[in-house]
């Protein structure tokens, strides 16, 4: 199985400020794709953004971006502006480009503090 | 939202009892996947379904079963259900593998085993 690791299980951030949760993953394959999704208390997991491994631009979706490090097997994503309903769970996903499985990492639980 | 329903959303049976988990789609997405999450491990695969009757493991499949008798439906089933199949199980479906097709999910089933 594909390795996800995210290596922070919680973090907080103070509202309007900025925060990155970090992912890293293994393959040896040039061309998947990542996810972030969040799983607010509600359990709905909800998609944030996506990326192809084989475009170089990050991508970005309103307040969220990612820094996706080829190289490094590195996505990380940020959140800027941080608010209160951006508490959440924030799970990493890979899929490999010819395949249906995802894996994901173990989750970063982010508390947003007014 | 994807229309995604998964049945029940709640529920409490005692080990040894058969358990089915129902989950509905009204995309007509081709791909369906069960998925159960758990603290510290993030998503995990159960089964995945590429078409109807066809079903393949997943990475945590040992006592679980599915079928998948009209594209709409997939259903999850213990056939002797224990402790450690307590959990909150995912559906998710997927209408493309080759693209940037994220998966959908469902709302969760949350199962305890006594």
Redesign the interface.
Known sequence: ?QT?T?SQPEMSVQEAETVTLSCTYDTSESNY?L?W?KQPP????I?VI?Q?AYKQQNATENRFSVNFQKAAKSFSLKISDSQLGDTAMY?CAFMF??????Y????TSLTVIP | DAGITQSPRHKVTETGTPVTLRCHQTENHRYMYWYRQDPGHGLRLIHYSYGVKDTDKGEVSDGYSVSRSKTEDFLLTLESATSSQTSVYFCAIQDSLYSNQPQHFGDGTRLSIL
């Not at chain 1, 509600?42 to 997991?45: G, H, L, P």
């Not at chain 1, 994901?104 to 989750?107: A, K, V």
Request: no cysteine; aromatic share 24%; glycine share 12%.
């Open positions: 199985a996800v995210q794709y996810f999704y509600s359990r709905q997991m998609l996506r192809e799970f480009s010819t395949g249906n499985q995802f994901f990492g173990t989750g």
